[in-house]
């Protein structure tokens, strides 16, 4: 362990999941360093999670589109490591293990830490220090956080995380909801229909059925479906199913910032989510969240914290980790038997119960 170490930074650049599971872990470095600065090498898409959080000084931008293109590279990557000199830091914390994010990590410091075993083993050549993590049973929240604290060489925990409330983000929360009518006294469930896998996305079919038996036992509650733009077909399609309460649905969909929908989670009742960035949030937020799983293992990603439900298929192919099912060309109805073997009943009671908490 370094010592007299005055700058620190952080290397997790995406997806929005995987910045959640890194929290923290960051909890613990600045309990090791509390008067150090710490930055965070970050994709803008996933910045405002981090605006957040009261322990970052500093996001330097990791801009991996403009790095992509032929035209802009250059001018992206001098601006990039310009700044990571600036930095002067003292250590690296490389929580993404892939080749790209070691180079960078050793272009902003030699004194770079990282996983002994990570996602891609050349990373480890860029590691001053390889941190070795028996990882093969632990949620990816637990791997960062014992890495660190073997780093450190103190006792394994994994330290409560507060979102604090941001102000202009709330801002944008009270607009968002104020044109679709939702005042401050209506009670809602988030609604998450995306995810970045195909395999992910549960059928529109299943959130309306689950929307329908719940409004039936409160007719004044809403369903509202955040996202993404490229989530709103399904968003609609819930909307449309849920008849006929359908005018208790009603999607936000593309038309808030991550951190505009941090904080409209934030005022949920619940979150009825598939395996996505939204319901790592949710879950970090403590609110009551209820999680789908089929081609990934809940036990490793899911959400994370004492008052979550995880839901996960009792199918032979389950935890494949596969984005795009094979079985699914052979089936009529195009419906994965990950999906259809969760029990929308299941779902509702546990809704009913834990929303009542």
């Known amino acids: 362990m370094k010592k ?4 620190i930074l952080i290397v997790k650049p995406s997806s929005l999941g995987d910045v959640v599971h890194a ?35 500093n996001i330097v931008a990791f801009n991996r589109k403009k ?37 960078f990590s050793r272009l902003a410091s030699k004194n770079v830490i990282g996983f002994s075993e990570p996602r891609e083993k050349i990373s480890s050549w860029f590691y001053r220090e390889k941190i070795e993590v028996d990882a093969k049973e632990l949620h990816a929240i637990e791997k960062n956080c014992l890495m660190v604290c073997n780093y450190f060489n103190i006792d394994f925990h994994v330290p409560k995380v507060k979102l604090v409330d941001a102000a202009n983000f709330s801002s944008e929360a009270d607009n968002v909801l104020s044109e679709e009518e939702v005042s ?11 995810a970045r896998w195909q395999t992910k996305v549960w059928p529109p079919e299943f959130f309306a059925e689950v929307i329908k038996k719940l409004a039936q036992k409160n007719s004044k509650l809403k369903f509202i479906c955040v996202g993404t733009f490229s989530d709103d077909e399904n968003a ?21 910032t ?15 989510t598939n395996d996505s960035g939204p319901m790592h949030i949710a879950a970090v937020l403590n609110i009551p969240t209820f999680a789908l ?35 699914a ?29």
Request: aromatic share 10%.
């Open 4 to 7: 007299n170490v005055k700058r």
């Open 23 to 57: 929290l923290p872990a960051l909890e613990i470095i600045k309990e090791q360093y509390p008067e150090a600065k710490i930055d965070w090498l970050v994709n803008p898409l996933f910045a405002d999670v981090l605006e957040f959080s009261t322990q970052i000084d």
């Open 67 to 103: 790095l992509g293109r032929f035209c802009s590279f250059v001018s992206e990557f001098m601006s990039l490591l310009s700044e990571l000199k600036r930095g002067k830091y003292d250590i690296v914390f490389d929580f993404q293990g892939l080749f790209r994010s070691a180079i």
């Open 184 to 194: 401050n006294s209506d009670q809602f469930i988030a609604i998450v229909p995306g």
């Open 236 to 256: 609609q399609l819930i909307k449309e199913l849920s008849a006929p309460f359908a005018d208790n649905v009603i999607s936000v969909t593309g038309k808030t």
């Open 258 to 272: 991550v951190g505009g929908m941090i904080e409209i989670l934030r005022r949920s009742k619940g979150v009825l």
């Open 293 to 327: 799983f089929g081609p990934t293992d809940p036990a490793k990603t899911g959400p994370f914290g004492e008052n979550t439900f995880a839901y996960l298929a009792d199918v032979k192919c389950h935890k494949c980790l596969k984005r795009w099912c094979p079985l």
């Open 329 to 357: 060309e052979n089936k009529n109805d195009g419906n994965l038997d990950c999906h259809s073997a969760i029990n929308v009943e299941s779902v509702v009671r546990d809704m009913s119960a834990g929303l009542t908490k």
